[in-house]
C-alpha cells in the first residue's frame, strides 16, 4: 500500500511541477577555467547533513569527480533523478559521486526528509548520496552552495532553478556549471567527466 500511496505522490508532484520547466532555463554550459590552475580552492570544506539526519564530511567525497546538483520533488525536471542515477551506476566504479541537494527554494520540494528520502529511492531507486533539505540560494544557503556561489565568473552563480549541475574535479575545485535542462545523459556532462577524469591528480 505504501508504495502505491507513493507512487500516486510522485504522479500528482510531477503533474503539479510539469510547468515549471522553463523557469530559469539558460542555455548551455559555462566553464570556471581552462587548467586545474584557475579553478581555485577546494569547496569540499565543512560538514553538512544527510538525509537521515548524518553529519557528512565534504571532505569524503575528495577523489575523483562529483556532480552536486539542487533537487526537488514536484518539478519538471524531477524526472533527471533517473538519469543522475543511471550516470552514477555507470561511472561510480570510476570514482564518480553525484551528491543531491533536495531544496524548497523553489517552492517545489515535499515537507520533509522522510518524504524526500521515499520519493527519490522508492519512485526512481536512487542510491547515490542525499543530503538533507536546505537552502541552496541566499544567504540562508547551505555552506557548500555558499562556497560555489563565492567562485568568481559565471560557473559560480547559485542555481537558476532546480537541477542545476556543478561538476567539481578531484580536489573539490569548481569545473563547471550545467543548466537545469542540461540532462545528466548530456554528451557535455560526459565530456567535463572524463577530462576530470584524464586528469585527475594533476
Avoid: H
Wanted: glycine share 12%.
Amino acid at each position: 500500500m505504501r508504495r502505491l500511496a507513493l507512487a500516486v505522490l510522485a504522479a500528482a508532484a510531477l503533474a503539479a511541477g510539469a510547468a515549471c520547466g522553463g523557469a530559469g532555463d539558460e542555455a548551455g554550459v559555462t566553464t570556471a577555467g581552462v587548467t586545474t590552475a584557475d579553478r581555485g580552492p577546494s569547496l569540499l570544506t565543512g560538514t553538512v547533513r544527510s538525509i537521515e539526519g548524518e553529519p557528512v564530511p565534504l571532505r569524503r567525497f575528495l577523489g575523483g569527480p562529483v556532480l552536486v546538483v539542487n533537487t526537488a520533488s514536484r518539478c519538471g525536471f524531477t524526472p533527471q533523478y533517473e538519469g543522475l542515477e543511471a550516470l552514477y551506476r555507470e561511472r561510480r566504479a570510476q570514482g564518480l559521486t553525484v551528491v543531491g541537494f533536495p531544496s524548497g527554494d523553489f517552492r517545489q520540494e515535499l515537507a520533509g526528509n522522510g518524504e524526500i528520502e521515499d520519493f527519490c529511492r522508492l519512485r526512481y531507486g536512487v542510491s547515490f548520496p542525499l543530503m538533507a533539505e536546505s537552502a541552496v540560494t541566499g544567504r540562508r544557503a547551505n555552506r557548500l552552495f555558499r562556497a560555489i556561489a563565492a567562485r568568481p565568473g559565471p560557473a559560480g552563480e547559485e542555481p537558476s532553478w532546480n537541477f542545476t549541475k556543478y561538476l567539481l574535479d578531484d580536489r573539490g575545485r569548481l569545473v563547471a556549471r550545467f543548466a537545469p535542462s542540461v540532462e545528466p545523459g548530456d554528451a557535455r556532462v560526459a565530456a567535463a567527466i572524463e577530462q576530470v577524469l584524464a586528469e585527475r591528480g594533476l
